[in-house]
């Protein structure tokens, strides 16, 4: 309906789409590694402020994007959407929130709190269930509600093993 894509063919077959299953599962596999030895990267780089990489990780981003969006062709959307004040403040918004992520993430790693970091990254979606429950009314099924408590009772277990408040990843 949509496209000739593997989904189409393989419905058409009877079979699952395996080049596309395959392109998830290494996509997914890449992207837990890279997550795994982040810590081991920003570690190395102990020696250099916290808000100096993160600034040096601006500049990168920016000339990435500068080279890319002309590339892909979407450089004019880019330009529009610094036109709308609506669009301009909620960039703003979350461009603030994340630079507060990653400095307080770099940070962590680099103050030796590598735990810490990483149970910040398990809070996160935790507090995000929290919200999207009391703000927007969200509802969880059954099955749902049982791994949400499952999540808790293993991050209020890594609390509790720490001994202590883990200020870093509240931070995170």
Excluded: H
């Excluded at 993160?54 to 959307?77: K, S, W």
């Excluded at 609506?86 to 507060?100: C, D, H, N, R």
């Excluded at 680099?110 to 810490?116: D, I, P, T």
């Amino acid at each position: 309906m949509y496209g000739n894509n593997d989904y189409d063919n393989a419905s058409d077959k009877g079979t699952m789409p395996t080049s596309s299953s395959n392109r998830g599962l290494t996509t997914l596999l890449f992207a837990f590694a890279i997550w795994g030895f982040f810590p081991v990267y920003w570690k190395t780089l102990v020696s250099i402020d916290a808000l100096e990489i993160l600034l040096v990780r601006y500049i990168l981003t920016a000339a990435a994007c500068l080279l890319l969006l002309p590339l892909r062709g979407t450089f004019p959307d880019f330009k529009q959407s610094w036109r709308n004040p609506a669009t301009l403040k909620t960039f703003l918004i979350s461009g603030s929130l994340l630079s507060g992520n990653w400095f307080s993430f770099i940070w962590a790693i680099n103050s030796g709190n590598v735990l810490e970091s990483s149970l910040g990254y398990f809070l996160c979606p935790l507090v995000s269930i929290v919200f999207g429950w009391v703000l927007f009314r969200e509802r969880l099924a059954k099955a749902q509600w049982i791994a949400v408590l499952l999540a808790m009772i293993g991050v209020a277990g890594m609390i509790f093993l720490a001994g202590r408040i883990p200020i870093a990843a509240i931070v995170i």
